[in-house]
């Protein structure tokens, strides 16, 4: 018989840029298409997208893709839809209700047009010849959350991405544990994959339903408006806030685009329970008394631009915040970032208006991820040979196998944790790599798509740290005419105090040309020359521009 | 009578840069001399020193600097010393012996030639004709750190810098409350300035002393070498990782600039205690077997180039680590540290390295920083009059005014938040704002001090984002030779791939410099084309680069 091949397209070990392959022959089934988000060292990116070049070329070698299952709305799991779609074969496309209106907002974003299949839970369903799945309810930061279960002929697989297991759903719907019970115990599952992100955190991870009553607290009480920020996705959290609004008689407003247009689906879904009248166009907001008005506002993480942070420094159009308001932070700050999250919030202490943040009262956010505990309980109710921790760093993957897997018996064999880029090799007795193969991102800049690589990335990290100097050297037959040379920086030093490091570059390039001679050739001297003279600017002002020389011949 | 003036030169709302002026008459008392540290705004920048202006202008019109106090040994109460001390007329600084050694060796690492004086607690010390004051022992999270008791001809101020009221400090010298409680029945204290970074967190900092233990648990049954990586200037830490090699029976090796100079000079102020024979030189460290080898390395933040960093990727000369050994991250991360941090740990993770760090392990690190209800003690017991927050963000601030001093039945007017830049007179009835003078820190870059600002940072983050275009345009009789035009790109797309990128900035450059006509001035032209053209290449890739036009006329 031959065996699963799985290989995750972005990479293991990162917690975005979901997209895993299984291939059993000549048939692949995709799971999730998401984007990753760029960190401090990609200046300028906007996301990045999983490396398709082995997907690409199974397909030319004959294989064929019976299928994509997308297990939830979140970007790092459909986002890259639209950049993907267009370069793959036509194949269906299935999702929960919720899950299937999101895709379809990304794709119509960027005019891709495809439709998204809906399938209800249980439901099984045969993708080409060799594969057949279900979907399984399970409890997430957005709703109509799916895990996977995937039949194929070595075995049954359980696809569990980000997941909790949320006791008191804020839509009542449940954890479909009666499931999960019985495919432990009936299916002799073969493997389950499971979202290992917070286990770091030994408890239970809090209900959503938590916070409900925590904003109800804040809100209550409040002289001026409310401004609720949060991550524009997260329904429940939305949904509580307009039950709080309800009960305190507080009319709500939605500000900001990505909030806007996720109401808009999620009405068009019926995911949101709203009474009539309760919402308030944003221009008509003025016409609201303050005590009467919650303002639902983008931009929980302190981005740049967003409409939280223009109201914060006073330079949003309509929404301005007084000392008499009340700022709740209902997310927690994503690693990396830190300095804008904080300083909108100390630029609202600073102004003297009442701000919360989970920092300060750790009931107003919950996470959506299941803390060790649970993780624990869904490995031990499923009981599978073969259990991968995914959607976490490296050391969330290691501290899985440590804290979760090993005490519950299992061999080091039986734990996966395959690193980027390894195609794994399933049958029902073991699991070997099969291959290696080299992942690279491509890499989002407007509208540009992979035309920014690592040697842009390194330029654009050099220039911001001590910027740019351009040399431009005349030459008329074949003598350098030093008198006419220009010297212009950016990012270096300012220039009106720069003269004299001007003056100290037009002497040392002389000298560094003469000393090299009449019989170098030109990109030889341009390197030679660029490498010196950033070695002497090292030397006397400790600090590494750019250095871009011009050989102009007139 | 006059009034005492204040100033925070560093400003205030931020933690680092410490520079307190207390002003009467025509004599200055300074107290810290900190250094500030860039954040992610700041590509290339070093560090960050206090703006003195205003300390300067004072000093031109007949003010003296009658005396510079330090509270301890961090850089950001410390550190600027070397650059701001050469900028001033002469004074005596006081320290406590730690401190003084610390301060001396900042001065020396720049040749700068200046004496420190040793005061004890408790010693009152006359400077000038108005001030007096003495040191009271506090506990931090390094050894010798000092509160400071200020005599004014208006009242009596307690200076609170960094602390937290450790019961069991490592080297068994307590807080002196027996002092603070004096201070607070006896002295009618006017004003207490008191650290309130940690205010957000409710509970008792747990003592220093805890982390002992952890460590000792953590060391033992290691396969091979334990690397411990902390702050290197934390010599509590540093006693109680060597306490736990003598007890396990492991030599201990020092690697890492900070360290090894940390390490110096608490062996000349005595404040290590170190038995014969444990430490060994890291160039003798091949000679110890692994499992008899702990190594204290600089790099807990993850920094590029640290030791440990190297180590952790393969790059150190010295310093290999394998799969048997451990490594201890004994130390939070700083907020803006995070991507550093985190990836250093998860590289050890997928090496499979045993790695902990505070987030699953959190005895292994204290805070050195008092929590709330500390700071709510050393208030009740002091009883000013006035009470400043310091050392802390806008957030925190505001936070300590809200849950520390309000509950202590301090009305606003007796609560001071001042903000950056405002200098307040003090009196025995009132505090005011008696001006308020702008304050931008002096950037420290390489050797370069004060020539990188705000529109060099703003440039090398513009670089950052979409790179450079520069555009050399030849002029020969007035008129363009738009053949022998170049284009020349860093950091915008991959130049292979530009061919038609720069095709359309070639033809868009023509077209824009043609529609401008003849009677534009060259200044003018310039400004136009690169503004014109940046909305162009705006509209087709959605990014900005910075474009740089040089006509060159021959």
Redesign the interface.
């Known amino acids: 018989m031959s065996k699963l091949k799985f290989l995750a397209l972005g990479g293991m ?1 990162r917690v975005t840029q979901n997209l895993y392959l299984y291939q059993y022959q000549q048939e692949i089934i995709l799971i999730d298409c998401g984007i990753g988000f760029p ?3 990609m ?2 990116v906007d996301a990045l997208i999983p490396d398709i070049t082995y997907l690409l070329n199974q397909v030319e070698a004959g294989a064929k893709i019976v299928g994509m299952i997308l297990s939830h709305g979140h970007d790092d799991h459909i986002g890259a839809l639209p950049y993907l779609l267009p370069n793959l074969p036509d194949f269906p496309i299935y999702a929960s209700p919720l899950t299937a209106q999101f895709a379809h907002d990304r794709l119509l974003d960027k005019k891709v047009d495809r439709s998204i299949q809906v399938l209800s839970d249980r439901q099984n369903l045969a993708l080409g010849q060799y594969f057949k799945f279900q979907f399984i309810a399970i409890t997430h930061s957005i709703p109509d959350t799916k895990h996977i279960l995937l039949e194929t002929p070595v075995g049954k697989i359980y696809h569990g991405s980000d997941f909790k297991l949320d006791k008191h759903p804020v839509d009542g719907r449940l954890s479909d544990m009666d499931f999960i019970e019985q495919i432990g115990r009936d299916d002799n599952l073969l493997m389950a994959c499971l979202d290992c992100l917070r286990v ?1 955190r030994d408890s239970w991870t809090p209900s959503e339903s938590t916070v409900g009553p925590a904003l109800l607290r804040e809100m209550k009480d409040v002289e001026g408006k409310v401004l609720v920020t949060l991550m524009s996705s997260h329904l429940h959290r939305i949904q509580q806030t307009i039950d709080a609004c309800k009960q305190l008689g507080r009319k709500v407003v939605f500000v900001g685009r990505s909030v806007e247009q996720n109401i808009k689906s999620a009405a068009q879904s019926k995911s949101l329970n709203v009474p009539q009248g309760l919402l308030i166009d944003k221009k008509k907001m003025k016409q609201i008394p303050d005590n009467k008005l919650c303002i639902i506002i983008a931009g929980s993480q302190g981005q740049e631009g967003s409409s939280l942070v223009r109201a914060v420094y006073g330079d949003h159009q309509i929404v301005q915040i007084s000392n008499h308001d009340k700022v709740i932070f209902s997310a927690d700050v994503i ?2 970032n ?2 804008p999250y ?1 300083s909108a ?6 102004d ?1 208006v009442d ?1 919360v ?1 989970p ?2 009262r750790p009931d107003i956010h919950r996470s959506g991820h299941a803390s060790r505990v649970e993780q624990e309980l869904i490995l031990k109710l499923l009981k599978p040979k073969f259990v991968m921790p995914i959607g976490g ?3 969330h ?3 899985f196998k440590k804290i979760v897997a090993k005490p519950l018996s299992y061999q080091d064999w039986q734990i996966l944790l395959p ?1 980027t880029g390894e195609i794994l090799e399933i049958d029902q007795q073991r699991v070997s790599v099969a291959q290696r193969i080299s992942l690279s991102a491509k890499i989002i ?4 798509i992979g ?3 690592p ?3 390194s ?10 100097i ?1 040399l ?1 050297l ?1 030459r008329f037959k074949k003598k350098f005419d030093f008198n006419k040379m ?1 010297v ?1 920086s ?5 220039m009106k ?2 003269d004299e490091v001007i003056k100290y570059i037009k002497k040392e390039t002389i000298s560094i040309i003469q000393g090299l001679g009449k019989n170098v050739k030109d990109e030889e001297l341009k390197h030679r020359l660029e490498k010196r003279l950033a070695r002497r600017l ?1 030397k ?4 590494e521009p ?1 250095i ?1 020389s ?1 050989i ?1 011949d ?1």
């Open positions: 070990g960190d401090i060292y200046p300028g770091e690693p990396g830190e300095i904080y919030i100390d630029q609202l202490a600073a003297e701000v943040y920092d300060i760093a490296d050391r993957r290691s501290l690193k800049d407007g509208l540009g035309d920014v690589g040697i842009v990335l330029d654009r990290l050099n220039l911001s740290k001590a910027g740019i351009v431009i005349p220009q212009i950016r990012g270096f030093v300012f105090e720069a090292f006397i002002i400790r600090r750019m871009l011009v102009w007139s």
